[in-house]
């Protein structure tokens, strides 16, 4: 069963637009989420988890339990978020499932 | 610290062999997990050691096995490959500090190519 679902596969904001990348899960516990980033020509990284509430190059994403998603938002999108967004969910022992990711493009 | 190493990043093999991929993780990272990517499936998990055990295996056949050492690097093989095999492979390595909540570590992946 998808765990894991981002619904827009394509996403353009103009350069200093809120941005809003979604993302909704499917668990019956307590979910232990992330997003992950990839920039042209780099590997996968973190770009935060839902754990630390921390906000990462201004992103920032609240888990929302009742309606069971975990959005990410940035109030000014910048040329430099231009990249592929990948929300996962973490299971124990490491076993993660990815959504199939959204590409953010800015525009200058 | 290093980053989590993969060789070799590209590779093409012949429909019918095998491919052996390795894995070296963050230096003190215990935990090794396996994803293979692909444009129609995207992110899927292949399976996850610690301590050279394997403790999570997704939904693949029995083509695809892996391993770890004792000093954490890992190694994954697939058998008889078939076209579909074509992929990128990632390794992500963790430090496995608690149960959950543990962020995964990527490398840059192998890129495999099958004619």
């Known amino acids: 069963a998808q765990r894991v679902t981002q619904p827009e596969k394509l996403l353009s904001v103009f350069k200093g637009a809120p941005v809003e990348l979604k993302c909704n899960y499917s668990?019956?516990?307590?979910?232990?989420l992330f997003w992950y980033v990839q920039y042209s020509r780099q590997r996968l990284q973190l770009l935060l988890r839902?754990?630390s509430r921390e906000s990462i190059k201004g992103f920032t994403a609240d888990l929302n339990k009742g309606e069971t998603s975990f959005h990410l938002k940035k109030p000014f999108a910048q040329e430099e978020d231009s990249a592929m967004y990948y929300c996962?969910?973490?299971?124990?022992?490491?076993?993660?499932?990815f959504g199939t990711g959204t590409s953010l493009t800015v525009i200058p | 610290k290093a980053g989590v190493t993969q060789t070799p990043r590209y590779l093409i093999k012949t429909r019918g062999q095998q491919v052996t991929l390795s894995c070296s993780p963050i230096?003190?990272?215990?935990?090794v997990s396996w994803y293979q990517q692909t444009p129609g499936q995207g992110l899927q998990f292949l399976f996850e050691?610690?301590?050279?055990?394997?403790?999570n295996k997704g939904n693949f056949p029995g083509r695809f096995s892996g391993r770890q050492f004792s000093n954490s690097r890992s190694e994954m093989n697939v058998s008889t490959l078939e076209l579909g095999d074509s992929a990128l492979y990632l390794c992500?390595?963790?430090?496995?500090?608690?149960?959950?909540?543990?962020?995964?570590?990527f490398g840059e992946g192998s890129w495999l190519t099958v004619v």
């Open positions: 992500a390595s963790s430090p496995q500090v608690g149960t959950v909540g543990n962020t995964i570590y």
């Open positions: 668990y019956s516990g307590s979910p232990e």
């Open positions: 839902h754990i």
């Open positions: 996962a969910l973490g299971e124990p022992g490491n076993q993660f499932y």
């Open positions: 230096s003190g990272h215990r935990s």
């Open positions: 050691y610690f301590s050279e055990t394997q403790r």
